[in-house]
């Protein structure tokens, strides 16, 4: 069901089910591209805002608001609080908005490089977030406005999963078992006209804390179970036909979707005994070491065959991990390995990305950033880099602790703590700038503009 577009007002945003869990992570598109390195980056960023021409007349798609053209791309981060959602430069690291926004809230990029999705009571609304490209022939134009908070657009009982793959969106509402699918070409005219024209909608037998995926083909897995068991899942045609499905993936969560080293596409959801991939119609169960080897978050990267994971063995342990698992998608195997070494650092899920090469980073409760490289049968740390002060994780995972996300070729570290940011050069080992963003931030996304 979807509704109208308002600008949003604070009153409407409350806080959303506890129940929901940490979300898996896939790798959109819009977050993969070239960075330069440490020497460049100061260069570039400076240089990036300094050719600008402000369009007062027109708005060119920018939602009423007066837009300025830049020479560049203008990349932002949304970051969420207790009481509403920061828009921040990522050169800069300069606050750009500061939306109000009551109660917990979640943020997924939707996957054009502008909207974010934000899932609050009722539904999900929409982050504009004031950035964006226009195709002119050869070249590109490159705009900036004003973020805007808009309420819901897509109305849900409990606003879950995101995944951005093939061109497109997919929402899946835990409440009700709901799936939408949204074009993502056309999420800015969707916004600006106030409501969403899904492409395909399907309804799950039973609701359940799942998640869906579309594809180009249109084909839409979905995951399997009720509100207490999660078994597995399936792929549908586009007449909802069952093509083929697996119920070997006890507690199915979290989830990625991209193509491995041959060019193959695959999708890949955490079980607690290992991993179930989806690939050229056919379903693999790769099972983990342990009897109970917890899988819940994954993090693929274009052309790679490791697909990085968390892991746990304990069902009671709390959301402080010590070890990471590493998919094999070549020889269906499963690594475990500690990136701490024995030091007996932590982190949680909010601490695990990739790099645009692939690279593996974590960030430990002792304040460092590891990148990491799989290597068949092991992995090697190749860098540790002291970003943060040294942190403890949390009882509940709704507590603000430290968050990682890359966008654009570097990695932005939050310290809820200190009320900072810190961008990180992790290919050239340094943290390249910091700034006090004036908040205790929760979850952070990008929108690379």
Same mark, same amino acid.
């Given at each position: 069901?979807?509704?109208?577009?308002?600008?949003?007002?604070?009153?409407?945003?409350?806080?959303?089910?506890?129940?929901?869990?940490?979300?898996?992570?896939?790798?959109?598109?819009?977050?993969?591209?070239?960075?330069?390195?440490?020497?460049?980056?100061?260069?570039?960023?400076?240089?990036?805002?300094?050719?600008?021409?402000?369009?007062?007349?027109?708005?060119?798609?920018?939602?009423?608001?007066?837009?300025?053209?830049?020479?560049?791309?203008?990349?932002?981060?949304?970051?969420?609080?207790?009481?509403?959602?920061?828009?921040?430069?990522?050169?800069?690291?300069?606050?750009?908005?500061?939306?109000?926004?009551?109660?917990?809230?979640?943020?997924?990029?939707?996957?054009?490089?502008?909207?974010?999705?934000?899932?609050?009571?009722?539904?999900?609304?929409?982050?504009?977030?004031?950035?964006?490209?226009?195709?002119?022939?050869?070249?590109?134009?490159?705009?900036?406005?004003?973020?805007?908070?808009?309420?819901?657009?897509?109305?849900?009982?409990?606003?879950?999963?995101?995944?951005?793959?093939?061109?497109?969106?997919?929402?899946?509402?835990?409440?009700?078992?709901?799936?939408?699918?949204?074009?993502?070409?056309?999420?800015?005219?969707?916004?600006?006209?106030?409501?969403?024209?899904?492409?395909?909608?399907?309804?799950?037998?039973?609701?359940?804390?799942?998640?869906?995926?579309?594809?180009?083909?249109?084909?839409?897995?979905?995951?399997?179970?009720?509100?207490?068991?999660?078994?597995?899942?399936?792929?549908?045609?586009?007449?909802?036909?069952?093509?083929?499905?697996?119920?070997?993936?006890?507690?199915?969560?979290?989830?990625?979707?991209?193509?491995?080293?041959?060019?193959?596409?695959?999708?890949?959801?955490?079980?607690?005994?290992?991993?179930?991939?989806?690939?050229?119609?056919?379903?693999?169960?790769?099972?983990?070491?342990?009897? $109970?080897?917890?899988?819940?978050? %994954?993090?693929?990267? =274009? +052309?790679?065959?490791? @697909? !990085? #994971?968390?892991? *746990?063995?304990?069902?009671?342990?709390?959301?402080?991990?010590?070890?990471?698992?590493?998919?094999?998608?070549?020889?269906?195997?499963?690594?475990?390995?500690?990136?701490?070494?024995?030091?007996?650092?932590? $982190?949680?899920?909010?601490?695990? %990305?990739?790099?645009? =090469? +692939?690279?593996?980073? @974590? !960030? #430990?409760?002792? *304040?460092?950033?590891?990148?990491?490289?799989?290597?068949?049968?092991?992995?090697?740390?190749?860098?540790?880099?002291?970003?943060?002060?040294?942190?403890?994780?949390?009882?509940?995972?709704?507590?603000?602790?430290?968050?990682?996300?890359?966008?654009?070729?570097?990695?932005?570290?939050?310290?809820?703590?200190? #009320?900072?940011?810190?961008?990180?050069?992790?290919?050239?080992?340094?943290?390249?700038?910091?700034?006090?963003?004036?908040?205790?931030?929760?979850?952070?996304?990008?929108?690379?503009?």
């Amino acid at each position: 069901m979807t509704r109208s577009t308002r600008p949003l007002s604070a009153a409407l945003f409350g806080v959303l089910a506890l129940g929901l869990a940490a979300c898996g992570a896939s790798t959109p598109s819009d977050t993969a591209s070239a960075s330069p390195s440490a020497s460049e980056a100061g260069d570039e960023h400076h240089d990036e805002h300094g050719d600008e021409e402000e369009h007062e007349g027109h708005d060119h798609e920018g939602e009423g608001h007066a837009v300025t053209e830049a020479s560049s791309r203008t990349p932002r981060l949304a970051l969420t609080y207790d009481g509403g959602v920061l828009v921040v430069d990522a050169n800069t690291l300069e606050t750009v908005a500061d939306l109000p926004a009551e109660g917990f809230n979640r943020l997924n990029a939707v996957g054009d490089g502008r909207h974010i999705a934000v899932s609050t009571t009722g539904g999900w609304a929409v982050l504009d977030a004031g950035t964006w490209s226009e195709p002119h022939g050869d070249h590109d134009h490159y705009w900036t406005a004003k973020p805007a908070l808009h309420e819901v657009i897509l109305e849900a009982e409990k606003p879950a999963h995101v995944v951005v793959h093939d061109g497109l969106t997919t929402f899946f509402d835990d409440g009700t078992g709901e799936v939408t699918v949204v074009e993502i070409s056309e999420w800015t005219d969707q916004v600006e006209h106030g409501h969403l024209h899904p492409i395909r909608e399907y309804q799950t037998a039973q609701p359940h804390h799942g998640v869906a995926v579309a594809t180009e083909a249109g084909d839409l897995f979905v995951t399997r179970g009720d509100e207490t068991t999660r078994t597995g899942a399936m792929l549908l045609d586009a007449g909802d036909a069952e093509i083929v499905a697996n119920d070997e993936c006890p507690g199915v969560h979290g989830e990625t979707a991209s193509t491995d080293a041959n060019g193959t596409e695959f999708i890949l959801v955490g079980c607690e005994n290992g991993v179930l991939v989806l690939r050229d119609g056919t379903f693999t169960k790769i099972a983990a070491p342990d009897a $109970y080897g917890r899988i819940g978050n %994954a993090f693929s990267a =274009e +052309g790679s065959n490791a @697909v !990085l #994971g968390d892991y *746990g063995t304990d069902p009671e342990g709390g959301i402080g991990l010590t070890q990471i698992s590493v998919v094999d998608l070549e020889t269906n195997s499963v690594l475990i390995a500690d990136p701490f070494e024995g030091s007996g650092a932590q $982190y949680t899920w909010r601490d695990l %990305a990739r790099g645009t =090469e +692939g690279e593996i980073l @974590v !960030l #430990g409760t002792d *304040g460092s950033l590891r990148v990491l490289e799989a290597h068949g049968d092991h992995l090697d740390v190749i860098r540790t880099i002291p970003v943060i002060d040294a942190w403890e994780v949390p009882e509940e995972w709704q507590t603000a602790h430290p968050a990682l996300t890359v966008l654009d070729g570097m990695a932005y570290v939050t310290e809820p703590a200190t #009320g900072e940011i810190h961008v990180v050069d992790y290919t050239g080992g340094e943290v390249w700038k910091s700034a006090d963003l004036g908040q205790e931030v929760i979850e952070i996304a990008g929108a690379t503009g």
